[in-house]
Antibody
Framework: QVQLVESGGGVVQPGRSLRLSCAAS????????MHWVRQAPGKGLEWMAV????????YYADSVKGRFTISKDNSKNTLYLQINSLRAEDTAVYYC???????????????WGQGTLVTVSS | DIQMTQSPSSVSASVGDRVTITCRAS??????LAWYQQKPGKAPKLLIY???SLQSGVPSRFSGSGSGTDFTLTIRSLQPEDFATYYC?????????FGGGTKVEIK
């Protein structure tokens, strides 16, 4: 069955960098688009980034463009989110989520990981 | 960016009630609209896509409607497991955006 497991979160000082991972199983990353969505404590959902199934196209939220980089390693079936110059407002649970359609772009999220908490604090 | 506005922000209802949540887009998005349910401490769950299509495995008491800028999620005969927060999301264009959420609470 489809499973997504995030890791890499923790407490980080402002200005530092962090790389989040999302290990996928039950499907192959090379066939599905993948997203990162975050949720600040007690707040709503905020879409961060997408990488298309072919790995050639990425889009980012305006608030993180230039600081966040989405990537994937198909050989490891793992999605990544590199976060640089961390700010207090980046404190959130970060979820990876899968597109529902194989080799298509629907901009939807049908499977989600359990999330990994990033806390930015000195 | 397309802004998504949900109302109400919270609603109190009883088991068996009919609950309606609305979502308005700041510009027309055809039927590129999805609804998600989120319970505390859990990841969101896709309920409805393309404004009115029921995701596989979702109970038929959930339904969606609308097109253009105005959309509705209806829960017919609320069940105990439906108490949660609901989000709409526009899938029309990047950046993808969510509504602020509607918390359905027990009356």
């Amino acid at each position: 069955q489809v499973q997504l497991v995030e890791s890499g979160g923790g407490v980080v000082q402002p200005g530092r960098s962090l790389r989040l991972s999302c290990a996928a199983s039950g499907f192959t990353l090379s066939s599905y688009g993948m997203h990162w969505v975050r949720q600040a404590p007690g707040k709503g959902l905020e879409w961060m980034a997408v990488i298309w199934y072919d790995g050639n196209t990425n889009y980012y939220a305006d608030s993180v463009k230039g600081r966040f980089t989405i990537s994937k390693d198909n050989s490891k079936n793992t999605l990544y989110l590199q976060i640089n110059s961390l700010r207090a407002e980046d404190t959130a649970v970060y979820y990876c989520a899968r597109e529902p359609g194989e080799q298509q772009v629907d901009n939807l999220f049908d499977y989600w990981g359990q999330g990994t908490l990033v806390t930015v604090s000195s | 960016d397309i802004q998504m506005t949900q109302s109400p922000s919270s609603v109190s209802a009883s088991v068996g009630d009919r609950v309606t949540i609305t979502c308005r887009a700041s510009q027309a998005i055809s039927t590129w609209l999805a609804w998600y349910q989120q319970k505390p401490g859990k990841a969101p769950k896709l309920l409805i896509y393309a404004a009115s299509s029921l995701q596989s495995g979702v109970p038929s008491r959930f339904s969606g409607s609308g097109s253009g800028t105005d959309f509705t999620l209806t829960i017919r005969s609320l069940q105990p497991e439906d108490f949660a927060t609901y989000y709409c999301q526009q899938a029309n264009s990047f950046p993808l955006t969510f509504g602020g959420g509607t918390k359905v609470e027990i009356k």
